[in-house]
């Protein structure tokens, strides 16, 4: 009895001490939402056995949260009326998915603890389990985020690297949101699993020169060289196993067969190569820098006191 009245004399600790100093902590749902996590785990679960891609867009849809305004559920925000939202920013418009996964999870959550769990959080959580789910790493999520209020569309057309970025272009990127080059190699591992539509690759396979020949010829087969043909075709980010967290995306990149220009990047001849060589020899090297990037990208700017617990992740609470 002692050590349970202990334990929860700790638990009520560090859930007040990281509410006082703005942290985030993976245990500040555990008395308001104890079922939070399954929650999100059985909606992810069921979404991947419908479309198992939907896994990679999940994970993505943290990234393009995480890098405009920092982690808040901006991305979430839909245009309604005169609010100008993110979903019509160049790297999210007809490309960025998984926003009717998080409406299921909120409105489960809703009905089991209402008003308590913010959108933003879900989507990390959310992330953290398609990650888990398709092979990759487990990771305890630090939790507490707020919702915006607002969402920027221009911040998401300037921050969110483009998939013709130079290795220098990608490490600054990454560097303003406070992520270092290792980080911004090891998340880029996310390629790992999903698809990209051929206008955001066709000038690496037509034009570059540090593409595997045999895989160009193959990749051309379903991106005509021409623009606005073929313009949303998919191919695998990974040709080997796109819907497994595995590291064969370095192995790729070894043998010159990223898809995306910016992938390629990473092992050209700069100073990522030798990480790349790594993650592609070791798996579990890939795998914990992985949760721990994705750790340190869900830190950035997260609202710990202002903004709101939204009601509905696609609109800002009236009054
Ligand atoms: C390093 C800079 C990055 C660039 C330039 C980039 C660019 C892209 C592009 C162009 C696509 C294809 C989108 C489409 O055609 O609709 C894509 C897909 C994807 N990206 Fe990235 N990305 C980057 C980093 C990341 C990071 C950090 C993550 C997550 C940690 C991530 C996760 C994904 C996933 C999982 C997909 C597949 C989504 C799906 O199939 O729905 N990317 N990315």
Request: charged share 15%; with cysteine.
């Amino acid at each position: 009895m002692a050590s349970f009245r202990t334990w929860h004399c700790l638990l009520a600790f560090s859930l007040l001490a990281s509410a006082v100093s703005g942290q985030l902590s993976s245990t500040f749902y555990a008395t308001s939402c104890p079922t939070l996590e399954l929650i999100v785990r059985a909606t992810v679960i069921r979404a991947l056995v419908a479309e198992r891609r939907m896994g990679a867009s999940l994970v993505r849809l943290f990234f393009h949260d995480c890098f405009v305004q920092g982690c808040d559920g901006s991305i979430l925000l839909d245009d309604v009326g005169s609010f100008v939202g993110e979903k019509g920013a160049g790297p999210n418009v007809n490309s960025v998915r998984g926003f009717d996964v998080i409406d299921q999870i909120k409105a489960t959550v809703e009905l089991i603890c209402p008003g308590v769990v913010s959108c933003a959080d879900i989507v990390a959580l959310a992330a953290r389990d398609s990650t888990f789910l398709l092979g990759g790493p487990n990771w305890a999520v630090p939790l507490g985020r707020r919702d915006s209020t607002t969402a920027s569309q221009s911040q998401a057309n300037n921050d969110l690297p483009a998939p013709t970025s130079s290795l220098a272009a990608l490490i600054s990127a990454f560097g303003n949101k406070g992520l270092s080059a290792r980080d911004m190699t090891a998340l880029s591992g996310a390629h790992t699993i999903g698809f990209s539509q051929c206008q955001n690759f066709r000038d690496h396979i037509y034009n570059d020169t540090d593409v595997d020949a045999a895989f160009a010829t193959l990749r051309r087969r379903a991106c005509p060289a021409a623009p606005g043909s073929g313009d949303t075709n998919l191919a695998p980010l990974d040709a080997q196993t796109q819907f497994v967290f595995d590291n064969a995306y370095y192995r790729n990149l070894l043998v010159r067969r990223g898809l995306l220009h910016s992938d390629q990047e990473l092992f050209n001849g700069g100073s990522q190569d030798a990480l790349v060589r790594q993650y592609s020899a070791n798996p579990a090297l890939f795998a914990s820098d992985f949760a721990a990037a994705m750790i340190k990208m869900g830190n950035i700017g997260p609202l710990t006191s202002a903004g709101q617990v939204r009601a509905n992740c696609r609109v800002v609470n009236s009054s």
